[in-house]
């Protein structure tokens, strides 16, 4: 009988041998692994303690310049993923530093970017010819193919969260880049424009969107703060998000970025999220407040500034300590495009 499965298994053997030769393989050997019942990540759970990032954020400011690096930025790997620039497969994440006096010069891509705003403020960016002031909180977009340039004429070091939707772009093969002609675009609208244009649940009488990317590329922190504070007035948290608002583009609805989903929350004080999963793996800036999230069998204890990471289908349980405010972005914005989304509330 031994005899007879080694005879079976050698003969299996070196017909995928020669098989392969031809570039072809034996899906048998890889059906489950290729359509597990159930998501099964090859990436994991991960805290950054801004207390231990930020020295080495400002000791890269001395290393080299924003102009030379075009981009400073530590980039949150996660640790499963090593070498891949990931902070999940289909996200990347990394903290910029810009000191003051500095430019990180014009370009474009393809990729789209979101910043959110984690320590200082004043610095500007500049997308397509306008340029605003950004502050901590304020969640900013650079939607794909758009020009854009920062600049720090504040007196203090600003950084912030970058996430794009790098390895996204890369699967399709789809990453066009070019630099601009000066370091600083030319500006063509007074700051302003954009939100006066479209910020006031208004839009221009004959504007019609071109693109799914929100016509919006600052929304300041005063204003979705104002609103999570009013919705802890009006009703009782939700069991699994506490007060949890999504930004969106005004003129469809959707995500202000096609490829990328953005989340403000306000868990109270003592509150516990019901444990929860979904399938977008998600990226967690903390604003305000301090306390802890068990994510699966791990739990991680966080405070203002830290950043997280939570693995698609993994089950989180948000517990706060003190009021706490948490921003996130993650993929879902696609998933749910191609009917892929899917969430487990447990009984809630
Ligand atoms: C980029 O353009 C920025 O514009 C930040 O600030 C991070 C990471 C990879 C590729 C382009 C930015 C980036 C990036």
Redesign the pocket.
């Known amino acids: 009988m031994a005899q007879a499965t080694a005879n079976r298994n050698n003969a299996r053997r070196d017909f995928y041998d020669r098989i392969g030769g031809l570039s072809m393989a034996p899906l048998w050997e890889q059906l489950h692994q290729l359509v597990p019942p159930s998501p099964a990540p090859k990436y994991q759970a991960a805290h950054w303690d801004y207390d231990k990032v930020r020295p080495f954020l400002m000791e890269s400011g001395s290393l080299i310049t924003a102009k030379e690096a ?2 400073r ?1 530590l ?1 949150l790997e996660n640790p499963a993923l090593p070498g891949s ?1 990931c902070i999940t497969p289909t996200l ?1 994440a ?1 903290l ?1 530093l810009i000191l003051p006096g500095e430019v ?1 010069p014009s ?1 474009r ?1 393809t ?1 789209s ?1 979101l ?1 959110f705003i984690v320590e200082g403020e004043g610095a500007y ?1 500049a997308v397509d010819g306008e340029r605003t002031l950004m502050r901590e909180g304020d969640f900013v977009i ?1 939607p794909t193919w758009t020009w ?3 600049g720090n004429e504040s007196a203090k070091p600003m950084v912030w969260l ?1 996430g ?1 939707d ?1 390895p996204i772009v890369a699967m399709f093969n789809a990453s066009f ?1 070019e630099n601009g002609e000066s370091d600083e675009q030319a500006i063509t609208a007074p700051e302003g424009t954009s939100d006066a244009k479209f910020a006031s649940g208004l839009l221009p009488v004959d504007w019609k969107p071109e693109r799914q990317t929100s016509p919006i590329f600052n929304y300041p922190y005063s204003r979705t703060r104002e609103a999570l504070a009013g919705l802890a007035k009006a009703g009782p948290p939700d069991p699994c998000h506490g007060y949890k608002l999504r930004y969106v583009n005004p003129a469809s609805g959707g995500a202000p970025i096609a490829t990328m989903g953005t989340f403000m929350q306000l868990l109270p004080r003592g509150f516990a999220t019901a444990p929860y999963r979904s399938t977008d793996g998600t990226v967690f800036s903390v604003v305000e407040g301090e306390g802890e999230s068990r994510i699966g069998e791990r739990t991680f204890r966080w405070k203002r500034r830290d950043h997280f990471v939570v693995p698609s289908w993994a089950t989180v349980v948000h517990s706060a300590a003190s009021e706490s405010v948490l921003f996130s972005f993650s993929d879902r914005p696609i998933q749910e495009r191609l009917d892929l989304w899917r969430e487990d509330r447990g009984s809630h």
């Open positions: 075009v981009r930025v980039i620039a990347y990394g910029q990180a370009h891509h990729q970017a910043r960016t650079t854009h340039d920062h970058d794009l790098i880049a």
